[in-house]
């Protein structure tokens, strides 16, 4: 199968972890995983992926964090698309990270794998017809 | 005949008595919106002396507000004035802003002051509810957290259940296996959760049972040292027991609760030291100039940072070390421990150093554990 894309799977939990990278694999994309933002923060040193699926609450550096220091870095990075997968779901959460550049914000629990990599598949559809 | 005992009647002095001996505020408003009246305590509430209170527009003195998501709204006094004589009203959740402005949650009672059949104004009772906005928050902040806690394992399941569900002959059989021991793993762990924060809630209610039996601390710990052996072959740990140097006098102890205790704080010993080489000591002695038996469990694990000691028996709490190195936990097994060990009468306390391991002691009163008829007893 043709790669899709590279995504960075930015998810703590281990089950988790497994359970999207091994659905995202299997729609065709190239995953790339961190257990934290700071491992995060590593990885996006070396590699540019074409989208950056990030959970909010984790150890050590938490996902808006990450985002903040996304912000920062150059252009280029900040034209990563980043999705926001993650359990919290109040208003202000969403808002915040929609302001710190997230394009998506998905509460797991709410969202199905379909959902997900069909979410998924959209924004790095939409990021390749912007450039 | 019927003899009477000497009563007390109250006249115009003895009702002002009774108003500034009352525990809640009390605030008299008239049909003109004034303050009529307001007692002493309803006085250093709205921190203003009530004779100055008396004849002042009421806005001027009591300032309500209702407080949403950070955001302060005035609280119309139109609902303490314009009132329906039929009924009581009871308010909660309001703020008010004394004059020195300090900002406190007030619960509200008003009923109308009936004069000659007219309502003439309003008589307003208040106390200080700060105690129990407190106990609200805490109760909303665990449902917020044991919420999200839930979330994880079930969205785990979830994703496992749709994997297998949507499979057409894609996964080959290792892997559909794979995702069933995923999907039971999830399960696992939710089911463990439950338990825990049923333990909390049983455990915060203050009627955890306690049943000792005179019991010998050497066999019994020699006892769970076997049964935590696989366990501790699953994390590729040497544990051992540091048998003491005199015999110990059998006391009275709950074993499932000191069990639980132990089991606890093994298994941690064990989750924490993954990817060493893991060696954890159990060891028992008598103090007797404390007049405890202390049973210690020392590890050579990540350890606990400094900054992390004041809150590890803090309900939730999971340190970043450990949540790094295990992202699966649910930050209430501390929390229970020490709640189980302060029921029974003992204490628990640790040292530690990051990166180098850490030792957690329990104590037991050397008369032992005292009996308690509690209703509850404790999910493993």
Same mark, same amino acid.
């Given at each position: 199968?043709? +790669?899709? =894309?590279?995504? !960075? #799977?930015?998810?703590?939990?281990?089950?988790?972890?497994?359970? &999207?990278?091994? =659905?995202?694999?299997?729609? =065709?994309?190239?995953?790339?995983?961190?257990?934290?933002?700071?491992?995060?923060?590593?990885?996006?040193?070396?590699?540019?992926?074409? #989208?950056?699926? !990030?959970?909010?609450?984790?150890?050590?550096?938490? =996902?808006?964090?990450?985002?903040?220091?996304? /912000?920062?870095?150059?252009?280029? &990075?900040?034209?990563?698309?980043?999705?926001?997968?993650?359990?919290?779901?109040?208003?202000?959460?969403?808002?915040?990270?929609?302001? !710190?550049?997230?394009?998506? &914000?998905?509460?797991?629990? /709410?969202?199905?794998?379909?959902?997900?990599?069909?979410? +998924?598949?959209?924004?790095?559809?939409?990021?390749?017809?912007?450039? | 005949?019927?003899?009477? *005992?000497?009563?007390?009647?109250?006249?115009?002095?003895?009702?002002?008595?009774?108003?500034?001996?009352?525990?809640?505020?009390?605030?008299?408003?008239?049909?003109?919106?004034?303050?009529?009246?307001?007692?002493?305590?309803?006085?250093?509430?709205?921190?203003?002396?009530?004779?100055?209170?008396?004849?002042?527009?009421?806005?001027?003195?009591?300032?309500?507000?209702?407080?949403?998501?950070?955001?302060?709204?005035?609280?119309?006094?139109?609902?303490?004035?314009?009132?329906?004589?039929?009924?009581?009203?009871?308010?909660?959740?309001?703020?008010?802003?004394?004059?020195?402005?300090?900002?406190?949650?007030?619960?509200?009672?008003?009923?109308?002051?009936?004069?000659?059949?007219?309502?003439?104004?309003?008589?307003?009772?208040? $106390?200080?509810?700060?105690?129990?906005?407190?106990?609200?928050? %805490?109760?909303?902040?665990?449902?917020?957290?044991?919420?999200?806690?839930?979330?994880?394992?079930?969205?785990?399941?979830?994703?496992?259940?749709?994997?297998?569900?949507?499979?057409?002959?894609?996964?080959?059989?290792?892997?559909? *296996?794979?995702?069933?021991?995923?999907?039971?793993?999830?399960?696992?762990?939710?089911?463990?959760?439950?338990?825990?924060?049923?333990?909390?809630?049983?455990?915060?209610?203050?009627?955890?049972?306690?049943?000792?039996?005179?019991?010998?601390?050497?066999?019994?710990?020699?006892?769970?040292?076997?049964?935590?052996?696989?366990?501790?072959?699953?994390?590729?740990?040497?544990?051992?027991?540091?048998?003491?140097?005199?015999?110990?006098?059998?006391?009275?102890?709950?074993? @499932?609760?000191?069990?639980?205790?132990?089991? @606890?704080?093994?298994?941690?010993?064990? $989750?924490?030291?993954?990817?060493?080489?893991?060696?954890?000591?159990?060891?028992?002695? @008598?103090?007797?100039?404390?007049?405890?038996?202390?049973?210690?469990?020392?590890?050579?694990?990540?350890?606990? %940072?400094?900054?992390?000691?004041?809150?590890?028996?803090?309900?939730?709490?999971?340190?970043?070390?450990?949540?790094?190195?295990?992202?699966?936990?649910?930050?209430?097994?501390?929390?229970?421990? *020490?709640?189980?060990?302060?029921?029974?009468?003992?204490?628990?306390?640790?040292?530690?150093?990051?990166?180098?391991?850490?030792?957690?002691?329990?104590?037991?009163?050397?008369?032992?554990?005292?009996?308690?008829?509690?209703?509850?007893?404790?999910?493993?």
């Amino acid at each position: 199968m043709q +790669i899709q =894309g590279t995504i !960075l #799977l930015v998810e703590d939990d281990d089950l988790l972890s497994r359970a &999207y990278r091994d =659905g995202l694999e299997k729609a =065709g994309y190239s995953v790339m995983t961190a257990t934290d933002g700071a491992e995060a923060e590593k990885i996006l040193q070396e590699v540019k992926p074409d #989208l950056i699926v !990030l959970d909010l609450v984790m150890p050590v550096k938490n =996902g808006f964090d990450v985002l903040e220091d996304m /912000q920062k870095r150059n252009a280029e &990075y900040r034209s990563v698309p980043v999705v926001v997968l993650s359990v919290l779901a109040e208003r202000s959460d969403v808002e915040r990270a929609r302001s !710190l550049g997230a394009v998506d &914000y998905l509460i797991k629990s /709410q969202f199905s794998m379909e959902e997900v990599i069909s979410r +998924i598949s959209y924004h790095l559809r939409t990021t390749r017809e912007e450039k | 005949m019927v003899s009477r *005992k000497k009563h007390m009647t109250l006249g115009p002095d003895d009702l002002n008595a009774v108003f500034s001996s009352m525990a809640e505020g009390l605030l008299v408003v008239d049909a003109s919106r004034n303050i009529a009246a307001l007692n002493q305590v309803g006085g250093i509430l709205l921190r203003v002396a009530p004779v100055q209170a008396v004849g002042a527009p009421i806005a001027d003195i009591f300032k309500l507000y209702r407080i949403e998501q950070n955001k302060r709204t005035p609280w119309p006094l139109d609902n303490l004035i314009k009132l329906d004589f039929t009924r009581v009203h009871i308010w909660d959740h309001v703020y008010c802003e004394n004059k020195v402005g300090k900002l406190f949650p007030l619960t509200l009672m008003a009923t109308p002051l009936l004069k000659a059949g007219s309502m003439n104004g309003a008589v307003i009772l208040f $106390r200080d509810a700060t105690d129990e906005a407190r106990v609200d928050l %805490a109760k909303s902040d665990f449902v917020a957290v044991a919420s999200h806690q839930l979330q994880t394992p079930l969205t785990a399941m979830k994703l496992f259940a749709e994997m297998l569900d949507q499979d057409t002959g894609d996964l080959t059989a290792q892997q559909r *296996k794979e995702y069933q021991q995923l999907l039971r793993s999830s399960v696992e762990r939710m089911i463990k959760l439950v338990n825990e924060m049923l333990n909390v809630s049983r455990l915060e209610a203050g009627a955890l049972r306690i049943q000792p039996q005179t019991t010998d601390p050497v066999a019994f710990l020699r006892q769970i040292i076997k049964e935590l052996e696989p366990i501790a072959k699953e994390h590729a740990c040497a544990l051992a027991f540091v048998e003491p140097p005199k015999p110990l006098r059998p006391i009275p102890i709950d074993a @499932n609760l000191l069990s639980q205790v132990l089991f @606890n704080l093994v298994e941690n010993a064990m $989750r924490y030291s993954t990817g060493r080489a893991c060696r954890v000591a159990v060891s028992c002695e @008598n103090k007797p100039a404390d007049r405890t038996y202390v049973f210690r469990v020392a590890d050579n694990g990540i350890g606990i %940072a400094n900054a992390d000691k004041k809150r590890i028996f803090s309900k939730f709490f999971r340190a970043d070390n450990a949540r790094k190195l295990q992202s699966n936990g649910s930050g209430l097994g501390l929390y229970v421990v *020490k709640m189980i060990v302060e029921a029974w009468g003992g204490q628990i306390w640790f040292t530690s150093r990051e990166g180098a391991g850490s030792a957690f002691s329990v104590s037991i009163p050397s008369r032992g554990m005292k009996a308690r008829k509690g209703t509850k007893q404790l999910s493993k």
